[in-house]
C-alpha cells in the first residue's frame, strides 16, 4: 500500500514540535498496571489546544485557499471544537460563527464558564444557539448565507471537524508516532483514543494502516455505544484512506469501540469520570476534563481493572485535551 503523502495538502502549521510522549509511573502504580504512557496532544498549538488543532491545520489552509474570510462551526455548549476553530480564526485573521446545540434543555447559559467564557473573550463574531436534533448542517448553511449576504464567504466546518480533510491532522498524528516510537524505541500493545464526531479515532485507524503501524487502537465512546459509534468510525477512516488515495479497504476488525462510559449522557457526569479526573490530577499532575478525556480515562482505568487490558501492557492514552471546561464543572469535581 502507498505510504500516506500528506504533502499534497495546503497546511496551516499550529504547534511548534511533535507532542510528547511521556511514562506516567505514579498512576501506573495506583493502578497496578497496565504501564500508562501519554501522548500529550493537549499540549498543541492554539494553546490550550486539543486534537481539533491538528484537524484544523488542514481545514484552515483549505479555506484560506478558497479565499474564505469566515470559519462557521458547531458544537455543543462548551465546545473545544468551537473554542479552537475560533482561535485558528482570529489567528489568521478572520472571523468566526458558531451554531450551538443545547443537547441538553437548558444547559445554555450566557454567563457560563469555561469554553463558553473563551468565545466571548476572544471575540466570537455571532452564536446561534439551537435545540438538540436541530439538522445543524442545514443551521450553518444559513448562517453561511448570511455571511454571503453580506458580501464575505463562508467556509463551514463540520462538527468536531470530522471530515476527510480533518481527518488527515490524525493521519499526522500517526506519523508523527512511529517516528517517536523508532526514535525512541518505544513499543505500545495498545492505544486508547476518545470516539466521538470520529476525526480522531478514524483518522488514527487510516494512518496507522498506510503506516503499516499494527498496534490495536480501542476507541472509548463519548455519546454512542459501539454498535452506533464503529459505522460512524469506519467511514471516517475510509472517506481519508480514499482522500489519500490508499487503494485500500479498511477492514472492519481495524475498528474497536468501546461503550459504557459516556452514561448517562454526552457531557453529563459519572462518577467514573470524576474518579479518573481526580486521580490523574492528583498522581500526575495532568488535568482531563470532564466531557472527553475524563471519560476516556475511566475507559481504561475500567477496563485495566476488568482484565481487558493486561497488567503487562503497555497502553498509551492519547490525550485530546479540552482542559477550559473543567472550569464549568468545579461543582462535581472538587466539591
Ligand atoms: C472533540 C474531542 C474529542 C473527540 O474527538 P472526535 O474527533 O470528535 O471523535 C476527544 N477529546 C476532546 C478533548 C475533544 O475536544
Known sequence: MARADLARFPRRRYSPAPSPI?????????????????KRDDTLGLFPGGNKTRKLEFLVADALQQGC???????APQSN?????????????LRCRFVIEERIPGSYRDDANGNHFLFRLMGVEDLTVVPAGTDMAAAMRRVADDVAAQGRKAYVIPGGGSNALGGLG????????????KEQDLRFDRVVVGSGSSGTHGGLVAGFLAEGLDVPIT?????RDPADQAPLVLREAQAVCDLLELG???PAEKVRCV??????KYSVPNAAMVEAVQLLARTEAILLDPVYTGKIMAGLIGMARSGEIGRDEDVLFVHTGGMPSLFAYRDVLAP
Not at 471544537?81 to 485573521?93: F, K, M, Q
Not at 490524525?170 to 516510537?181: H, K, N, P, S
Not at 476507541?219 to 455519546?223: A, I, K, L, P
Open 69 to 75: 474570510d469566515t470559519l462557521v462551526t458547531c458544537g
Open 22 to 38: 511521556a511514562f506516567l509511573p505514579h498512576f501506573t502504580k495506583a493502578l497496578g498496571g497496565p504501564r500508562v504512557w501519554i
Open 259 to 264: 461503550g459504557g462510559y459516556w452514561q448517562p
Open 248 to 250: 485500500v479497504t479498511v
Open 81 to 93: 471544537h468551537c473554542r479552537i476553530t475560533l482561535s485558528a480564526a482570529v489567528h489568521e485573521g
Open 170 to 181: 490524525y493521519v499526522a498524528c500517526a506519523q508523527e508516532l512511529a517516528q517517536q516510537m
Open 219 to 223: 476507541g472509548v465512546g463519548v455519546s
